[in-house]
């Protein structure tokens, strides 16, 4: 017993001052995940099934010196910790993060940081120099177990890969096979010549490696470029690559977007100790787990705005996708103060929080956000909508804002405006990034709420400032005003929850009113319709992660058809969990959300109808009503076909439930 002691106590001991060590394993809290480091590359398992092998994680400096794993690392093991975690406007109210931890110390003032969960493995890099460091590149190579599938959202900028809105859809294929030698087009958003995509792709993608699957993510990028990856051909490797530091800038004069010209040799730079971005490897046994991956959120830097009482979640009425259109009403229709106040007026009735003044209230080609277009009394309106208890958004281009950060919040949040949607950022390099943050902090202190539009994906930022309360890079519904009907929208929808809205919320904007069935589709840029059922469009409303979400249509039609806007505006604005009763990646999902007592039910299916049953003993006992809005029978025909029906239900029944062809159906259960 003695001897045993020493042992354990001599164990405890090495595991806080470290100790040098040819391999160092580390599991989840479960024990089913196994990290293993060794021969300066690292492997991961679960369940004994090898799911990454041999993968490579190093720093290279400028001066040419490589931070990486060599073998001889001194350890330090970290005891199983769980942190209880406040997510105001997340997914879920809070949640729990429990996770096993090592750090192993480099050489030259750099360490490695690990924590494993049950969700999946993280690793980040540590700068803890003083004088910091020049990182000239970062090594990621992945290499998967398998000939399993991928999906991989590809740039669509062939020239410069980097500098793209990141929306596109999922390219599935094995990872061997390369960049496709055939991409699918796409469409420029003018409705220009189709552009192919180059060999990058960004982030989340998704590795089907065995039995699981594998999702690359990144959180915690504040002052550092976002992670792209490519698959090497041959092999079942995705590596990362990085944008520059820009050197040199551009700017398209439309709208003073500014794009990088020139860049240095470098990929990042500071001058003081910094953490790096985590690297993130999340693991799902099946498809239903992945939407509700916390990884990302865990992860990133805590809250550091403090007080949140101030933000407001909500829906927006929002004039840019329906291209300012009203029927029925006495005046011209466009960017004026008449159009402005009819949809604020629409929006009290409703009791909907925001309403979005998108592109055009300022003059985009001046750069110049602080002086609205003369026929625009900003003030009158910010006013006028304040009195029916309506919040105003203002559009403006990311780097148009930053120009004149200070004055832009400073005198609109003195106006009342309660924020921007920021847009046309479309790259994730350095200086990008130290933008979104600067924004968001400056934002904060005027009390002033984002939607980060036109954006890489969402990296964490929202725990950090939680006054961020979207985030776009995603295929959303704009995309059907100029994409040909072999543009799969209800192929992605099903694909998006499970991939994408890993990394976090989701500005998707649904809601069309003009609902179209595969053969009937077309795109009409000034009057679209959506890719499938009615149903479907209400459904996403609780399918995605949305805090601020809009309602793209216009009043005019919503008002025509109060059945659906009631059903759409009675949903809650943000939940209090999250569950997925059902679903497979690229087929379909049912998603259950809970908010106080009432739960609400979301599905949606591909162009493939099908019948899923719901159990709902999720519920619990008693006796539930529901609200059930559903596809009509003729749905496959008539696409804005549909019936709501109201029955009781006990956490005992199970339901079984049709969805047309792009179908879906929502329900809200409350006792």
Same mark, same amino acid.
């Given at each position: 017993?003695?001897?045993?002691?020493?042992?354990?106590?001599?164990?405890?001991?090495?595991?806080?001052?470290?100790?040098?060590?040819?391999?160092?394993?580390?599991?989840?809290?479960?024990?089913?995940?196994?990290?293993?480091?060794?021969?300066?590359?690292?492997?991961?398992?679960?369940?004994?099934?090898?799911?990454?092998?041999?993968?490579?994680?190093?720093?290279?400096?400028?001066?040419?010196?490589?931070?990486?794993?060599?073998?001889?690392?001194?350890?330090?093991?970290?005891?199983?910790?769980?942190?209880?975690?406040?997510?105001?406007?997340?997914?879920?109210?809070?949640?729990?993060?429990?996770?096993?931890?090592?750090?192993?110390?480099?050489?030259?003032?750099?360490?490695?940081?690990?924590?494993?969960?049950?969700?999946?493995?993280?690793?980040?890099? #540590?700068?803890?120099?003083?004088?910091?460091?020049?990182?000239?590149?970062?090594?990621?190579?992945?290499?998967?177990?398998?000939?399993?599938?991928?999906?991989?959202?590809?740039?669509?900028?062939?020239?410069?890969?980097?500098?793209?809105?990141?929306?596109?859809?999922?390219?599935?294929?094995?990872?061997?096979?390369?960049?496709?030698?055939?991409?699918?087009?796409?469409?420029?958003?003018?409705?220009?010549?189709?552009?192919?995509?180059?060999? /990058?792709?960004?982030?989340?993608?998704?590795?089907?490696?065995?039995?699981?699957?594998?999702?690359?993510?990144?959180?915690?990028?504040?002052?550092?470029?976002?992670?792209?990856?490519?698959?090497?051909?041959?092999?079942?490797?995705?590596?990362?690559?990085?944008?520059?530091?820009?050197?040199?800038?551009?700017?398209?004069?439309?709208?003073?977007?500014?794009?990088?010209?020139?860049?240095?040799?470098?990929?990042?730079?500071?001058?003081?100790?910094?953490?790096?971005?985590?690297?993130?490897?999340?693991?799902?046994?099946?498809?239903?787990?992945?939407?509700? %991956? %916390?990884?990302?959120?865990?992860?990133?830097?805590? %809250?550091?705005?403090?007080?949140?009482?101030?933000?407001?979640?909500?829906?927006?009425?929002?004039?840019?996708?329906?291209?300012?259109?009203?029927?029925?009403?006495?005046?011209?229709?466009?960017?004026?103060?008449?159009?402005?106040?009819?949809?604020?007026?629409? *929006?009290?009735? %409703?009791?909907?929080?925001?309403? #979005?003044?998108?592109?055009?209230?300022?003059?985009?080609?001046?750069?110049?956000?602080?002086?609205?277009?003369?026929?625009?009394?900003?003030?009158?309106? #910010?006013?006028?909508?304040?009195?029916?208890?309506?919040?105003?958004?203002?559009?403006?281009?990311?780097?148009?804002?930053?120009?004149?950060?200070?004055?832009?919040?400073?005198?609109?949040?003195?106006?009342?405006?309660?924020?921007?949607?920021?847009?046309?950022?479309?790259?994730?390099?350095?200086?990008?990034?130290?933008?979104?943050?600067?924004?968001?902090?400056?934002?904060?202190?005027?009390?002033?709420?984002?939607?980060?539009?036109?954006?890489?994906?969402?990296?964490?930022?929202?725990?950090?400032?939680?006054?961020?309360?979207?985030?776009?890079?995603?295929?959303?519904?704009?995309?059907?005003?100029?994409?040909?009907?072999?543009?799969?929208?209800? /192929?992605?929808?099903?694909?998006?929850?499970?991939?994408?809205?890993?990394?976090?919320?989701?500005?998707?904007?649904?809601?069309?009113?003009?609902?179209?069935?595969?053969?009937?589709?077309?795109?009409?840029?000034?009057?679209?319709?959506?890719?499938?059922?009615?149903?479907?469009?209400?459904?996403?409303?609780?399918?995605?992660?949305?805090?601020?979400?809009?309602?793209?249509?216009?009043?005019?039609?919503?008002?025509?058809?109060?059945?659906?806007?009631?059903?759409?505006?009675?949903?809650?604005?943000?939940?209090?969990?999250?569950?997925? /009763?059902?679903?497979?990646?690229?087929?379909?999902?049912?998603? *259950?959300?809970?908010?106080?007592?009432?739960?609400?039910?979301?599905?949606?299916?591909?162009?493939?109808?099908?019948?899923?049953?719901?159990?709902?003993?999720?519920?619990?006992?008693?006796?539930?009503?529901?609200?059930?809005?559903?596809?009509?029978?003729?749905?496959?025909?008539?696409?804005?076909?549909?019936?709501?029906?109201?029955?009781?239900?006990?956490?005992?029944?199970?339901?079984?439930?049709?969805?047309?062809?792009?179908?879906?159906?929502?329900?809200?259960?409350?006792?």
């Amino acid at each position: 017993m003695k001897k045993t002691a020493l042992v354990l106590s001599l164990f405890a001991a090495f595991s806080q001052l470290g100790c040098i060590a040819s391999e160092h394993i580390l599991t989840s809290p479960d024990n089913r995940t196994r990290v293993v480091i060794r021969d300066g590359a690292y492997s991961v398992s679960r369940d004994g099934e090898m799911l990454v092998r041999d993968a490579k994680a190093a720093l290279i400096l400028a001066d040419g010196s490589i931070i990486g794993l060599n073998g001889k690392e001194k350890a330090r093991y970290g005891k199983t910790v769980t942190e209880h975690i406040s997510a105001p406007f997340y997914r879920q109210s809070s949640f729990d993060f429990t996770y096993n931890s090592l750090r192993l110390d480099l050489r030259n003032g750099f360490a490695m940081e690990w924590k494993v969960t049950d969700e999946g493995v993280a690793y980040r890099f #540590v700068c803890d120099r003083k004088e910091g460091a020049d990182i000239a590149d970062e090594t990621v190579e992945l290499n998967f177990e398998g000939e399993g599938k991928a999906w991989l959202p590809y740039s669509t900028n062939p020239g410069k890969p980097q500098a793209m809105a990141f929306q596109n859809r999922y390219t599935v294929q094995k990872i061997s096979d390369g960049f496709p030698k055939q991409p699918r087009p796409m469409v420029r958003h003018d409705g220009t010549a189709p552009v192919y995509p180059d060999m /990058l792709a960004f982030l989340p993608a998704t590795v089907e490696s065995g039995s699981k699957k594998v999702t690359v993510l990144e959180s915690g990028v504040e002052s550092y470029p976002g992670m792209f990856v490519k698959p090497l051909h041959g092999t079942n490797t995705l590596k990362g690559e990085f944008a520059r530091i820009p050197k040199t800038y551009g700017c398209y004069s439309g709208r003073v977007q500014k794009f990088v010209d020139e860049t240095l040799d470098i990929i990042a730079s500071h001058d003081a100790p910094v953490s790096y971005p985590w690297r993130i490897l999340a693991i799902s046994d099946e498809d239903r787990m992945m939407p509700v %991956n %916390n990884l990302v959120y865990a992860l990133a830097r805590p %809250n550091c705005i403090g007080d949140t009482s101030w933000i407001r979640p909500g829906f927006s009425a929002w004039e840019w996708w329906n291209d300012w259109q009203l029927t029925g009403v006495d005046f011209k229709a466009g960017i004026n103060m008449d159009t402005y106040r009819h949809y604020i007026d629409f *929006a009290s009735a %409703n009791g909907i929080e925001y309403l #979005v003044l998108d592109e055009g209230w300022y003059v985009p080609a001046s750069g110049d956000m602080l002086t609205p277009i003369k026929e625009l009394d900003i003030p009158g309106l #910010v006013a006028y909508a304040g009195e029916k208890g309506v919040k105003i958004l203002l559009w403006c281009v990311f780097n148009v804002l930053d120009d004149s950060l200070e004055e832009a919040c400073r005198k609109y949040s003195e106006m009342g405006v309660a924020g921007f949607k920021v847009d046309f950022l479309d790259r994730d390099d350095q200086k990008a990034q130290e933008m979104c943050c600067r924004i968001a902090e400056t934002a904060a202190k005027y009390r002033l709420v984002l939607d980060y539009h036109g954006i890489s994906k969402p990296v964490g930022l929202n725990r950090t400032y939680p006054n961020i309360l979207n985030y776009e890079a995603i295929f959303g519904q704009e995309e059907v005003r100029w994409s040909d009907a072999d543009v799969d929208i209800p /192929l992605y929808d099903v694909t998006a929850p499970f991939i994408r809205m890993m990394a976090g919320y989701t500005d998707y904007t649904p809601g069309a009113m003009r609902n179209a069935a595969k053969a009937d589709f077309k795109a009409i840029y000034n009057h679209p319709m959506s890719m499938g059922t009615r149903a479907h469009q209400v459904a996403l409303y609780i399918v995605y992660d949305s805090p601020l979400t809009m309602l793209c249509d216009s009043p005019s039609l919503y008002e025509a058809e109060r059945e659906t806007l009631d059903y759409i505006c009675s949903l809650p604005r943000i939940y209090d969990s999250e569950t997925v /009763l059902d679903g497979k990646l690229g087929e379909y999902v049912v998603i *259950a959300r809970r908010e106080g007592d009432g739960w609400y039910v979301g599905g949606l299916t591909s162009w493939e109808g099908r019948e899923t049953v719901l159990d709902m003993s999720f519920l619990g006992e008693g006796v539930w009503q529901v609200e059930l809005f559903r596809d009509g029978v003729n749905a496959d025909r008539d696409a804005t076909d549909f019936s709501i029906e109201r029955f009781n239900v006990t956490g005992e029944d199970k339901i079984t439930v049709r969805m047309a062809s792009g179908g879906g159906f929502a329900m809200i259960i409350t006792q």
